[in-house]
């Protein structure tokens, strides 16, 4: 700021004056605000416990429990593992009532053959076999094509 001052001949040194000035006041007041607070006993810190007043119970240990889960398994729950992450449980662990639990997998997914064949079982157009088979299976139509081929090939051939 100052070279581009010294830089140019038409303005003065007014404003690089006034702003070492501002400098000079707020480090002065920032010093002598600072003395005060210390000569009136500071700020209290949350983390000491002979700050606070005897009936005050303090917010802010200085020492971290994270590794403590004792104190988290009261009437409120009881902290456990689940995909990777700490959770807090409210209750006892549920159950498995192996008779009502269904598999949410199927065994074995419907190959493109079944699904072809189950189609022309059921006397469906051609072009609608081939869409269904680009939609359901992610193919492209050329491999649609060739796969309903196959299985009528295939059907042809058993019935000989």
């Known amino acids: 700021m100052l070279t581009l001052a010294a830089a140019e001949a038409t303005r003065g040194w007014g404003g690089p004056v006034a702003l070492l000035v501002v400098a000079v ?3 002065a007041g920032a010093t002598i605000h600072y003395g005060w607070l210390e000569k009136r006993g500071g700020l209290p810190s949350p983390t000491e416990d002979t700050d606070t007043d005897p009936g005050v119970k303090p917010q802010v240990k200085p020492v971290s429990d994270t590794d ?13 593992e689940r995909d990777g992450r700490r959770v807090r449980a409210t209750g006892p662990a ?15 997914p419907e190959t493109a053959e079944k699904v072809i064949g189950r189609m022309l079982d059921r006397g469906h157009p051609y072009m609608e076999i081939v869409r269904q088979v680009m939609d359901d299976l992610e193919v492209s139509e050329a491999t649609a094509k060739r796969a309903i081929r196959d299985v009528r090939a295939e059907r042809i051939a058993a019935a000989s």
């Open 94 to 108: 549920p159950e498995r009532d192996e008779d009502l639990d269904l598999e949410l997998v199927d065994e074995e």
């Open 25 to 27: 006041l707020y480090i």
């Open 68 to 80: 403590d889960t004792g104190r988290d398994t009261g009437w409120w729950g009881r902290i456990v």
